[in-house]
């Protein structure tokens, strides 16, 4: 089986998990307590699933600017995103943090895996509501991460955000990440939405750049280490 064969299989039972009311879990702990779960979003949206797509639509547009599309998101379109495309997908897996109560309090996923499936974008991250844990999101990030370099062989993750968000920078700057390459953006005004389109460097001048994106990239060692200062993440499996 390939590499990338055994990443689907991966995160296909994750996404199609026989018991719609029990989800597998990633326990994320800190000084032997769980002070986090993470859930992965699976490809129908009932049991423990229900509310996803609401909740995803209401934390996107709280952070609307932070993406490279501005739209305003509502829950029907967000279902149908993911069922259409997110759902057949199973090199794109999306996952919940919640509090130990499951609460559902964030968001981030996998994917972009590339063809030896050592390489990998994390992205999507969204903190939707003010509870869980200080430092929640950070170490469940880290938490995550180091489990996709274990189970799943990631040797190296990769994002894009803006070079002005400065929050978003800080916190991936946490977990490991490094600026690898600053990319020059054009933005296009729809009718319905905006979008930040990459411009080649050898077409970039300073009459179409109207903002810069950071590349940052993190292998898996540099993950490992910083993740040990977050406190206990040591690697777990996710269960039910």
């Known amino acids: 089986m390939s590499a990338l064969a055994q990443v689907r299989r991966i995160i296909a039972d994750l996404k199609h998990p026989a018991d719609w009311n029990r989800i597998p879990r990633l326990p994320v ?30 934390w996107r547009n709280l952070h609307k600017r932070s993406f490279f599309t501005w739209i305003t998101a509502a829950e029907l379109s967000t279902a149908s995103w993911l069922d259409q495309n997110y759902s057949p997908n199973d090199e794109d897996i999306l996952f919940i943090v919640e509090t130990p109560a499951r609460v559902p309090f964030g968001h981030f996923a996998l994917y972009n895996f590339r063809a030896a499936a050592d390489v990998c974008e994390f992205g999507r991250v969204i903190r939707g509501r003010s509870i869980g844990p200080k430092g929640g999101m950070t170490v469940a ?47 296009v005004d729809d009718p319905d939405c905006t ?24 292998t898996a060692e540099q993950l490992h280490s910083i993740g040990c200062r977050h406190g206990d993440t040591s690697l777990f499996d996710f269960v039910c």
């Not at 990631?154 to 490991?176: H, I, P, S």
Request: contains cysteine; proline residues 4%; aromatic residues 10%.
């Open 29 to 58: 702990l800190v000084r032997q307590e769980v002070v986090a779960l993470v859930r992965p979003i699976p490809s129908q949206l009932n049991g423990e699933a229900d509310g996803d797509a609401r909740l995803m639509a209401e």
């Open 195 to 218: 979008r930040w389109e990459k411009i080649p460097e050898d077409e970039a001048d300073a009459g179409n750049v109207h903002g810069y994106a950071f590349r940052m990239e993190a």
């Open 141 to 187: 990030a880290a938490c995550l991460l180091q489990w996709a370099a274990s189970r799943l062989g990631v040797r190296r993750f990769f994002l894009e955000v803006f070079q002005d968000n400065a929050n978003a920078v800080a916190f991936y700057k946490r977990l490991g990440f490094v600026v690898a390459k600053r990319v020059p953006l054009r933005r």
